[in-house]
């Protein structure tokens, strides 16, 4: 399966324990979104990273939250000391980042804070 | 900022019922326009898009045309069916100063199809 594939796909945690997500991109892109999605709601853009470097993280919270896209492996979604309110599905997306690449989406991670 | 409005839900429609979820756009720069597609407890599938004005999306008998004159980006299908039930998104994708091209998501139309 050469797809976005993302890891797992349900976390549960309680509050202030630590989350991390996985993200694999599709086979020849070196560019990952991530993206949270609220219960009835649409997708937030949270980071952008090509490998070892983050390019745009305007859209992660503060605090708590970290992202890498280290030279080998996958994209990781840091979250630390959980609270209820990151209950939601996190979403991955790869490009190839050529201009306005289409994005390929991951199943993503439905995290639930107990 | 940028930004999508589209057409709230839920939407009901009888199989073989004319399609039409609406949606517009706010952009500082050239943006491309996408629908997704998302089916329960799945990520998002690539609908269609359209990355100048004029141009024409369309697969799987969908189909949207990028109207520059009016920021829209409506979605059309002439005749649905009940396998087309989930959750449609229209985004818009522009270089946002960072070198990054984010989607920017409207809140999602619900479409429900009934035989």
């Given at each position: 399966n050469a797809g976005v594939m993302q890891n797992p796909r349900h976390l549960v945690r309680r509050r202030g324990q630590e989350a991390r997500l996985r993200?694999?991109?599709?086979?020849?892109?070196?560019?990952?979104?991530?993206?949270?999605q609220l219960p009835e709601e649409g997708l937030k853009f949270?980071?952008?990273?090509?490998?070892?470097n983050i390019i745009d993280e305007s859209g992660m919270p503060k605090e708590r939250f970290s992202a890498e896209f280290p030279k080998e492996g996958p994209s990781i979604l840091r979250i630390q000391q959980v609270v209820r309110?990151?209950?939601a599905a996190y979403f991955c997306a790869s490009s190839s980042g050529r201009g306005q690449e289409t994005q390929y989406f991951g199943p993503g991670t439905r995290l639930l804070v107990l | 900022?940028?930004?999508v409005?589209?057409?709230?839900?839920?939407?009901?429609?009888?199989?073989?019922?004319?399609?039409?979820?609406?949606?517009?756009?706010?952009?500082?720069?050239?943006p491309s326009l996408f629908w997704y597609v998302q089916y329960p407890g799945e990520g998002l599938q690539l609908l269609l898009k359209a990355t100048k004005a004029d141009d024409k999306g369309s697969?799987?008998?969908?189909?949207?045309?990028y109207r520059k004159e009016t920021t829209s980006f409506h979605l059309e299908k002439g005749s649905v069916q009940v396998s087309d039930s989930a959750v449609y998104f229209c985004a818009l994708s522009d270089e946002s100063g960072a070198g990054s091209y984010q989607l920017t998501f409207g809140k999602g139309?619900?479409?429900?199809?009934?035989p």
């Open positions: 993200c694999s991109p599709m086979k020849g892109h070196s560019h990952v979104y991530w993206y949270r949270m980071v952008y990273l090509q490998k070892e309110g990151d209950s | 900022g940028d930004s409005t589209q057409m709230e839900g839920p939407v009901t429609l009888s199989e073989e019922a004319f399609l039409t979820i609406n949606c517009t756009y706010t952009a500082t720069g050239y697969n799987k008998g969908f189909e949207a045309t139309t619900k479409l429900s199809v009934i």
